[in-house]
């Protein structure tokens, strides 16, 4: 196997387990074991366990880019609609992996936000990227005419974000979709309306 290959499938499998145990409860030794890779070998491919975590988080989000395109550059769907499908798709699978793992980004924002200016600074970037999607579809409902036109696309997109993650932070304490219900159904019964 080449080397970058077995590259990406160590980081594959420290994003499996970083995001059912935290990164500071995962050690290398599980990931490389699992990964069939002598202990020794680590450091040809990471300098340390912190790039080896940004790698983690870059490569997440290149994959979470790639499903949020699937879902927001649709054009044959309506702005808000593909919103929606969004909700609905993240909510089936949180509900398969029975609340186990949340959102990879959000789990190491509560973990690393305050111990490493690093990962903070580069989840803040991802943070930043998801809300930019946001707040174009947020835009494009509204010249449509399908989001009232006092709302600015950037702080609803901001607010829809932050409590989009809480009720994941929730979902995942309760062991329970309820609460991502609740905020689907809710945004769309009083904040994202027409007028």
């Known amino acids: 196997m080449k080397n970058t290959d077995k590259k990406s499938e160590i980081i594959e499998i420290g994003m499996e387990l970083i995001a059912v145990k935290g990164y500071n409860a995962t050690g290398i030794d599980a990931v490389l074991k699992q990964a069939g890779v002598p202990k020794g070998s680590f450091y040809n491919y990471f300098r340390s366990k912190e790039d080896f975590g940004l790698a983690i988080i870059d490569q997440f989000a290149s994959q979470y880019e790639a499903k949020l395109r699937s879902f927001f ?98 979902a995942k304490v309760m062991k329970s979709s309820e609460t991502l219900r609740n905020f689907i159904d809710t945004l769309y019964a009083t904040v994202l309306r027409a007028s």
């Open 73 to 170: 550059d649709d054009a044959t769907v309506a702005p808000l609609e593909r919103l929606r499908n969004y909700f609905e798709h993240s909510l089936a699978h949180l509900s398969e992996n029975q609340f186990t793992k949340g959102c990879l980004i959000g789990n190491l924002g509560q973990e690393l936000a305050d111990q490493n200016e690093r990962f903070r600074e580069r989840l803040e970037v991802i943070f930043q990227n998801w809300k930019k999607r946001f707040a174009a579809c947020f835009a494009e409902a509204q010249e449509q005419g399908t989001l009232a036109s006092d709302i600015d696309p950037e702080v609803i997109a901001d607010f829809v974000l932050a409590g989009w993650e809480g009720a994941i932070l929730r």
